[in-house]
């Protein structure tokens, strides 16, 4: 049997049997159910994800503030596929029934697209892929809000805060070309990561292939600035090789010493309760994610909302809080008409493109599966001495490249003119709101200039040593929405990405493409014997690689972001530089939904660090320890 952490469920006395007349106060931080929470609390996180679970964490941190997270969805006992990188497939606690309309830019494809349900969020289930966005993206939140307190130098230190790093051992480190700047390194963080002591001998291969195409190694990727191609960091426990996720670093972690912070699970927040008067949070309904009774659960200082990208702006449009016109149409009594809510949808589409070796390297990501033996000796290895390939989430590898337009493609000034030339208004829907539209041209010409900086990365290439080539594409210029399409809180909302509506995210993306076939035709890649499967072999001018695009993108990497952005309203903003949202009081955006826009990054390290910078400013804001 594989060592596992032990995972405690229920602290003492706090089963759901458990008489509430009786308890004193517990001595852990509470699992909470809807007979035993209290009344009030301080404070009411909506989502216990990254965002969510930081926040609770650093508020409780002043024993005399009560916080209650509501999470949507159950607690994993320790799982084997959500601990053992190698054992990631199968997936659980994917959120039920989501699902795109037709996307009219992908031949009207409906395709399933992914978020966490769990406490955890998208921690306890993504790829553990650790990559901060580039120095600029944080630099254009301040600039497009008009606010320099946002910027990559005061990202930076609660980067590090929010951090433990452990470093491979040098020998490896050097053999592995794992390189970082100890500046950028968090040393005693909750948040732990490091990187695999494994790579397949094929990612030596590509790392050479990628340096003869110009992709230089980078020597942080960390750093802000990763135009180039680094090992990729992975968030798991050093001393166990075990995933490390928000209700491990920020529930687990401190849950005996806080008996002020209270979760309940598998309990949705069905909407946000204003007083009517000053419009300032009172409170949610709760009712739990199987169906049943709603009930109020009150506050005395804010309302957070952390429910991620995709439900953030499902519960602020069902609480009066979103485009007039969308809120009319379902009865919902306005209390802030805000025409940004749920728009400015954006992901990372992805393109998976399959390859055949007449003579691939054994072993590989691949072997990994279809060879017995190869699996059982690694499985051995882990479990005696936390190596191989189990410690690598499966069908990954572990080397990435991040790059600039200009890496990807020698035409990079003639896409941004022809981008310029195009007419911002045609990327959105024709009745699009005037101040959205405002906030998209300001994000467009932003995002233009990042096109002809060395420095920004657009896009990604991997490959994961056997049958795939991966290609992301980071920067979107097409613009999404989701909106709620029922009252009932338990009902998906409509989630249209519009990938590829914006017809420059096609030749960006087809660059990209090109680079990695580049990359593929290098020597070193050559003596593999790869060759580019269907329906993309056939695909030679750019046209024809559309074509296959529309077919074969997936429009989220689920990293589903920006639909309560952190704009002036004026720009189609839903939130403040301080994350409260527009026209009420006493609520605020935590999560992935409150980014303006993507990064050229994974998301994961910016929502720890921006939950630790918003639990700073709500703890000054309310004077609290
Ligand atoms: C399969 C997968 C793979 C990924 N791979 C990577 C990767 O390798 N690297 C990376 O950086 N990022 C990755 N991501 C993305 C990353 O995990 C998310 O962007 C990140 O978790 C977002 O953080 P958040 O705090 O905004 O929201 P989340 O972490 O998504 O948390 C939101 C929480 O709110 C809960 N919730 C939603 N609605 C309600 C409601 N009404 N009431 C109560 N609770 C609610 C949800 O159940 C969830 O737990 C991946 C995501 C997934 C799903
Ligand atoms: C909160 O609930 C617990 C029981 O769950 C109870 O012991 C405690 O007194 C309550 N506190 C307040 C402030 O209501
Ligand atoms: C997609 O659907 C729309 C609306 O039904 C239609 O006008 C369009 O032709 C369709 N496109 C494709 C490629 O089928
Ligand atoms: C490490 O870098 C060296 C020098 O560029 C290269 O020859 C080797 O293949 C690389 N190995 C890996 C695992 O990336
Ligand atoms: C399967 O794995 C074993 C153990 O690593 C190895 O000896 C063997 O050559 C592999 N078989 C194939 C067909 O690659
Ligand atoms: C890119 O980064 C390098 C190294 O930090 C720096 O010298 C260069 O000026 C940067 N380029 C731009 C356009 O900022
Ligand atoms: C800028 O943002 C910070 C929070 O990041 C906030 O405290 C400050 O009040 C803002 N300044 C202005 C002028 O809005």
């Known amino acids: 049997m594989l060592f596992l952490p032990v995972v405690l469920l229920l602290a003492p006395g706090l089963s759901a049997a458990a008489p509430a007349q009786h308890q004193k106060l517990p001595r852990f931080a509470t699992l909470v159910n809807r007979q035993t929470l209290n009344a009030t609390y301080d404070f009411i996180i909506a989502g216990g994800g990254i965002a969510g679970l930081t926040v609770a964490d650093r508020l409780t941190e002043d024993p005399n503030v009560r916080v209650l997270v509501v999470e949507a969805g159950p607690i994993d006992p320790g799982l084997e596929g959500i601990l053992v990188p190698g054992s990631f ?36 289930i993504n790829a553990m892929v650790y990559v901060r966005g580039d120095s600029v993206d944080y630099d254009a939140w301040g600039s497009m809000q008009g606010n320099s307190s946002w910027s990559w130098q005061s990202m930076l ?46 990612a030596a291969n590509w790392w ?19 135009t180039g191609i680094f090992p990729i960091p992975s968030v798991m426990d050093a001393a166990t090789m075990t995933r490390n996720y928000a209700k491990i670093n920020h529930y687990d972690r401190v849950r005996e010493a806080r008996p002020n912070y209270h979760v309940i699970s598998s309990t949705m927040v069905a909407k946000v309760l ?9 409170g949610v309904n709760i009712l739990p994610t199987a169906g049943g009774s709603v009930s109020s659960v009150f506050v005395s200082k804010e309302v957070i909302l952390a429910a991620g990208g995709l439900n953030t702006p499902k519960i602020l449009q069902l609480s009066g809080i979103g485009p007039k016109k969308l809120l009319n149409k379902f009865g919902i009594r306005v209390v802030s008409n805000l025409p940004g809510v749920g728009q400015n949808l954006q992901d990372q ?44 989430i499966s069908s990954l590898s572990t080397n990435i490249g991040a790059l600039s337009l200009k890496q990807a493609t020698p035409d990079w000034e003639a896409i941004i003119a022809a981008a310029r030339a195009n007419d911002a208004a045609d990327s959105l829907p024709s009745d699009v709101d005037p101040t959205v539209l405002a906030g998209y041209r300001v994000q467009r010409e932003t995002i233009l200039q990042q096109f002809a900086d060395e420095n920004v990365s657009v896009g990604n290439l991997h490959w994961g040593t056997s049958d795939n080539a991966l290609v992301y594409h980071l920067r979107p210029l097409s613009r999404g929405s989701v909106n709620i399409q029922s009252t009932d809180p338990l009902v998906n909302p409509a989630i249209d990405y519009r990938t590829g509506t914006d017809p420059v995210d096609f030749t960006v993306y087809t660059a990209l493409f090109r680079k990695n076939r580049e990359l593929f035709a290098a020597p070193s890649m050559q003596v593999l014997g790869p060759a580019e499967g269907a329906p993309f072999a056939d695909a030679v001018t750019d046209a024809d690689i559309h074509e296959v695009m529309r077919d074969k993108i997936d429009p989220s990497n689920a990293h589903q972001c920006c639909t309560a952005a952190m704009l002036p309203k004026r720009l189609g903003g839903v939130v403040s530089s301080e994350q409260k949202v527009y026209g009420v009081s006493g609520l605020r955006v935590a999560d992935i939904s409150f980014w303006p826009m993507q990064t050229g990054g994974s998301p994961t390290g910016t929502m720890y660090a921006v939950g630790e910078r918003l639990a700073d400013l709500i703890k000054a804001e309310h004077n609290l320890a």
């Open 208 to 226: 050479d292939a990628a340096q003869s195409v110009g992709l230089p190694p980078v020597e942080d990727p960390l750093s802000g600035s990763k």
């Open 157 to 202: 230190p609660y980067f590090l805060k929010s951090e433990s790093f452990t470093a491979p051992n040098t020998a490896y480190a050097q053999e592995a070309n794992i390189t970082w700047n100890p500046a950028f390194r968090g040393t005693s963080g909750p948040l732990k990561y490091t990187y695999p002591p494994y790579y397949y001998p094929g």
């Open 89 to 124: 497939a199968p997936y659980y606690y994917f959120w039920p029934n989501l699902v795109t309309v037709p996307q009219a830019g992908l031949n009207n494809r409906t395709i399933g697209t992914v978020a966490g349900q769990v406490l955890g969020g998208g921690s306890a």
């Open 274 to 282: 204003f007083d009517p008067r000053c419009k300032k949070a009172t």
């Open 349 to 392: 589409p992805t393109l998976t493109v399959p390859y055949t070796f007449t003579s691939n390297i054994s072993p590989n990501s691949g072997s990994f599966f279809t060879n017995a033996t190869y699996n059982a000796e690694q499985r051995a290895l882990y479990e005696t001495s936390r190596k191989g390939a189990f410690t690598i």
